[in-house]
């Protein structure tokens, strides 16, 4: 049924771009804060090999447990269609 609900995209919505994620939950709903990683500290002189990352939230998203837990599903089944096409997503490394 839900996929012959049709989208109305407002051209004027905004875009996040995100290199990563964070969050937690609580009995009633899910939290993600979308983030950006970006180089840190700027405009000051830093020693060579110090350069620093920070993470910059573009976005919180607050989801009921139902949405989040369909969300997970859809990103999931979309995240191993992708591999089916192009290959293995490399994981990330271990400090």
Request: charged fraction near 30%; proline fraction near 7%.
């Amino acid at each position: 049924m839900e996929e012959n609900i049709p989208f109305i995209i407002p051209s004027d919505i905004p875009k996040v771009y995100a290199t990563g994620a964070a969050g937690g939950y609580s009995e009633t709903d899910f939290r993600v804060l979308l983030y950006c990683e970006e180089a840190a500290p700027r405009d000051e002189v830093l020693p060579a090999g110090k350069l620093g990352v920070e993470r910059v939230v573009q976005s919180e998203v607050m989801l009921s447990p139902r949405a989040a837990k369909k969300i997970a599903k859809w990103l999931t089944e979309s995240v191993e269609e992708f591999e089916g096409k192009f290959g293995e997503i490399p994981g990330e490394e271990k400090e």
